[in-house]
């Protein structure tokens, strides 16, 4: 049986007297304000695929400097880890990121103040029955409460301890995954202290709107959480370490309609992500002749990948007549094009999730490859051979017995029997939805590249592509992440974080527009003709202003801003986000103070003018919490 979460567990015998526990926590984040020395205790063991899935957990102090990194390998499924907190240091930050592979408890004395806050729509955590926690709804404020049934936690009970009032929120199963339920609370002229107890078992997603998302053991634990300035020390240096990646999108198997234009003018795509459906080319050659050739000509997109697939993304292809004739159209029409630009090549959209085993993805990539090679002029044409594209790279896809299906296993084994005719490495990265675990992109990266080699200019052997990715996979998504400025702020930061280290040649969003059923778009549709930016794609276009061509390499000591340095000839850009609430005080070391322009985009999602000092070579200013800053100059 799972131990409770949340719940006050004094003198039970695994624990010390006066110690309280937390678990099991599966996404959140947990704020612990000691007000003496203290030790925080945090164990795991598996929920769910542990064994084919790395994790990181995060300790900050209050200024949100990193204090403490525990990275947990694949084979760790259960351990400890054991951290110091100081009085006058705090309040300090533990954070689980989700999606999350195990169950985490954390232990902490009692003399340590603990809050906890959820994530919304996702479950947060794994509970016992009749768990109670409190929270607090200040004066004047106008609160909710919400919550998901995620097949555990069937409703939330809530009682106002200054009146008794109370209130009963059912869970109730939804098809959509982004549906949940949500109680307006009464409002008072004075601070309110609720008690909240969870109908049930098992998985649970309950949160707040309108008040700070926090709930604690004790009543007493309840305080604001403040957000103590941060400090950012930037040092630029002049080398060149590789060049950033194409920013790209993932575009529809139809030709856009010209209201639609305007919105990807904005977006300025530089590469593209397609779905090719074989049975569709085989029956008619020529289907997808004027809508690539518009991408390539009006939107002037000089890189793509294509994954084969069948009508509604059917992926599990076999090397039969169809496939055969599909992949002789598709060639014929990408020679149609002229020869311009490479266009990447992928059999199969995430085999090591959707193929019995690697045996027959290997087969079919192998039937396939030699039919690319035996047509003539394909290479003249730009074609290249990618592969896997697989689900997760460094982890396993979300299926069963995904220790056998990382797609860097599946990946090293085909370039072991068939590198010669591989081209590129491409992968889809899922499930980082974590502001501050988005660093992870940089590890994927940098082990792609480990795994293909560098060559003697120190470029990747083969291209390094990831050609899909978001926040969630599927529709299992939350529009307090996609219609937010929160998807801006995780954009930013997967783009800063996979381009950091020069070696990534494609990034894609997945996917331009929002879908009925996959509602995760850059771009709203608001009729058959009507279509609007959402906060990310605004976003977008923000980065997409300020991007250069080459990376240079740039000190970084700040955990929640991420910066990446530019160049183009003599134009430098300084791209960063503050993916935290706190101010910070940023520093950048430069050889001389430039004459140039300090931009920043912050949660209105419009663009203004900065002010920065410099005074002989350090160049500050004042980053908002949550906000995109973009500073760019000549250099000399």
Same mark, same amino acid.
């Given at each position: 049986?799972?131990?409770?979460l949340?719940?006050?567990?004094?003198?039970?015998?695994?624990?010390?007297?006066?110690?309280?526990?937390w678990?099991?926590i599966?996404?959140?984040?947990?704020?612990l304000?000691?007000?003496?020395?203290?030790?925080?205790?945090?164990?795991?063991?598996?929920?769910?695929?542990?064994?084919?899935?790395?994790?990181?957990?995060?300790?900050?102090?209050?200024?949100?400097?990193?204090?403490?990194?525990?990275?947990?390998?694949?084979?760790?499924?259960?351990?400890?880890?054991?951290?110091?907190?100081?009085?006058?240091?705090?309040?300090?930050?533990?954070?689980?990121?989700?999606?999350?592979?195990?169950?985490?408890?954390?232990?902490?004395?009692?003399?340590?103040?603990a809050?906890?806050?959820?994530?919304?729509?996702?479950?947060?955590?794994?509970?016992?029955?009749?768990?109670?926690?409190?929270?607090?709804?200040?004066?004047?404020?106008?609160?909710?409460?919400?919550?998901?049934?995620?097949?555990?936690?069937r409703?939330?009970?809530?009682?106002?301890?200054?009146?008794?009032?109370?209130?009963n929120?059912?869970l109730?199963?939804?098809?959509?995954?982004?549906?949940?339920?949500?109680?307006?609370?009464?409002?008072?002229?004075?601070?309110?202290?609720?008690?909240?107890?969870? %109908?049930?078992?098992?998985?649970?997603? !309950?949160?707040?709107?309108?008040?700070?998302n926090l709930?604690?053991?004790?009543?007493?634990?309840?305080?604001?959480?403040?957000?103590?300035?941060?400090?950012?020390?930037?040092?630029?240096?002049?080398?060149?370490?590789?060049?950033?990646?194409l920013?790209?999108?993932?575009?529809?198997?139809?030709?856009?309609p010209?209201?639609?234009?305007?919105?990807?003018?904005a977006?300025?795509?530089?590469a593209?992500?397609?779905?090719?459906? @074989?049975?569709?080319?085989a029956?008619?050659?020529?289907?997808?002749?004027?809508?690539?050739?518009?991408?390539?000509?009006?939107?002037?997109?000089?890189?793509?990948?294509?994954?084969?697939a069948?009508?509604?993304?059917?992926?599990?292809?076999?090397?039969?007549?169809?496939?055969?004739?599909?992949?002789?159209a598709?060639?014929?029409?990408?020679?149609?094009?002229?020869?311009?630009?490479?266009?990447?090549?992928? !059999?199969?959209?995430?085999?090591?999730?959707?193929?019995?085993?690697?045996?027959?993805?290997?087969?079919?990539?192998?039937?396939?490859?030699?039919?690319?090679?035996?047509?003539?002029?394909?290479?003249e044409?730009?074609?290249?051979?990618?592969?896997?594209?697989?689900?997760?790279?460094?982890?396993?896809? /979300?299926?069963?017995?995904?220790?056998q299906?990382?797609?860097?296993?599946?990946?090293?084994?085909?370039?072991?029997?068939?590198?010669?005719?591989?081209d590129a490495?491409?992968?889809?990265?899922? @499930?980082?939805?974590?502001?501050?675990?988005?660093?992870?992109?940089?590890?994927?990266?940098?082990?792609?590249?480990?795994?293909?080699?560098l060559?003697?200019?120190?470029?990747?052997?083969?291209a390094?592509?990831?050609?899909?990715?978001n926040?969630?996979?599927?529709?299992?998504?939350?529009?307090?992440?996609?219609?937010?400025?929160?998807?801006?702020?995780?954009w930013?930061?997967?783009?800063?974080?996979?381009?950091?280290?020069?070696?990534?040649?494609?990034?894609?969003?997945?996917?331009?527009?929002?879908e009925?059923q996959?509602?995760?778009?850059?771009?709203?549709?608001?009729?058959?003709?009507? /279509?609007?930016?959402?906060p990310?794609?605004?976003?977008?276009?923000f980065?997409?202003?300020?991007?250069?061509?080459?990376?240079l390499?740039?000190?970084?000591?700040a955990?929640?801003?991420?910066?990446?340095? @530019?160049?183009?000839?003599?134009?430098?850009?300084?791209?960063?986000v503050?993916?935290?609430d706190?101010?910070?005080?940023?520093?950048?070391?430069?050889?001389?103070?430039?004459?140039?322009?300090l931009?920043?985009?912050?949660?209105?999602?419009?663009?203004?003018?900065g002010?920065?000092?410099?005074?002989?070579?350090?160049?500050? /200013?004042?980053?908002?919490? %949550?906000?995109? /800053?973009?500073?760019?100059?000549?250099?000399?």
């Open positions: 049986m799972k131990r409770w949340l719940l006050m567990v004094l003198g039970a015998p695994w624990l010390q007297a006066a110690e309280l526990q678990g099991d599966r996404d959140g984040s947990l704020y304000q000691p007000s003496a020395e203290d030790t925080l205790l945090v164990r795991w063991r598996p929920a769910w695929q542990a064994d084919a899935n790395s994790e990181h957990l995060y300790l900050l102090d209050g200024h949100g400097q990193l204090c403490g990194e525990r990275r947990i390998d694949a084979a760790e499924v259960r351990g400890e880890q054991r951290w110091p907190l100081t009085p006058g240091a705090g309040p300090y930050r533990l954070e689980v990121p989700g999606y999350s592979f195990r169950d985490y408890q954390a232990e902490h004395a009692d003399s340590t103040g809050q906890f806050a959820p994530a919304k729509v996702h479950f947060s955590a794994e509970v016992g029955p009749d768990v109670t926690l409190y929270f607090r709804v200040k004066a004047g404020e106008r609160a909710t409460l919400a919550g998901k049934y995620h097949g555990g936690v409703g939330l009970w809530a009682q106002r301890l200054g009146d008794g009032q109370q209130v929120l059912t109730k199963p939804y098809p959509a995954y982004w549906q949940f339920d949500q109680q307006a609370l009464p409002s008072s002229r004075r601070d309110e202290t609720w008690r909240l107890r969870l %109908q049930g078992r098992g998985k649970a997603a !309950f949160w707040l709107d309108g008040s700070a709930f604690a053991q004790r009543a007493e634990d309840l305080s604001d959480v403040p957000d103590l300035p941060g400090q950012v020390h930037l040092r630029l240096q002049a080398k060149v370490i590789g060049r950033t990646p920013l790209g999108l993932n575009l529809p198997y139809v030709l856009p010209p209201s639609s234009f305007a919105v990807l003018d977006l300025r795509p530089q593209a992500g397609y779905y090719s459906f @074989m049975d569709v080319l029956r008619q050659p020529d289907y997808e002749d004027a809508w690539r050739r518009l991408y390539q000509e009006r939107f002037a997109i000089g890189q793509d990948i294509t994954l084969l069948g009508t509604g993304r059917r992926a599990d292809l076999a090397a039969d007549r169809t496939s055969h004739d599909g992949l002789q598709w060639l014929a029409a990408t020679a149609r094009l002229g020869g311009k630009g490479l266009h990447y090549l992928a !059999f199969a959209d995430e085999p090591n999730l959707n193929y019995r085993d690697y045996a027959s993805y290997r087969d079919f990539f192998s039937a396939m490859a030699a039919r690319v090679r035996a047509w003539p002029g394909a290479r044409a730009g074609v290249r051979i990618a592969m896997p594209a697989s689900s997760r790279l460094i982890g396993g896809p /979300f299926t069963r017995a995904s220790q299906r990382r797609g860097l296993d599946w990946a090293r084994r085909l370039l072991e029997e068939q590198g010669a005719q591989i490495l491409a992968w889809h990265e899922w @499930m980082v939805r974590d502001l501050l675990a988005t660093r992870s992109y940089r590890d994927s990266v940098r082990q792609a590249a480990d795994l293909v080699g060559d003697a200019q120190g470029r990747p052997r083969k390094l592509l990831i050609d899909q990715t926040l969630s996979s599927g529709s299992t998504l939350s529009p307090y992440e996609q219609n937010t400025h929160y998807a801006g702020l995780w930013a930061s997967v783009v800063i974080n996979a381009s950091s280290d020069g070696l990534l040649d494609m990034l894609n969003w997945f996917h331009v527009a929002d009925p996959w509602p995760k778009g850059m771009v709203r549709v608001l009729g058959e003709t009507r /279509f609007e930016l959402k990310v794609g605004l976003a977008q276009q980065i997409q202003r300020h991007w250069l061509t080459q990376v390499a740039l000190d970084n000591d955990f929640e801003v991420d910066a990446l340095a @530019m160049a183009d000839g003599r134009q430098r850009s300084l791209l960063g503050n993916k935290a706190r101010q910070q005080q940023v520093e950048l070391s430069l050889e001389r103070c430039p004459s140039g322009q931009e920043l985009f912050g949660p209105d999602n419009r663009p203004r003018v002010r920065f000092d410099c005074r002989q070579g350090r160049l500050s /200013f004042q980053l908002p919490g %949550q906000t995109l /800053f973009a500073l760019t100059w000549n250099a000399s």
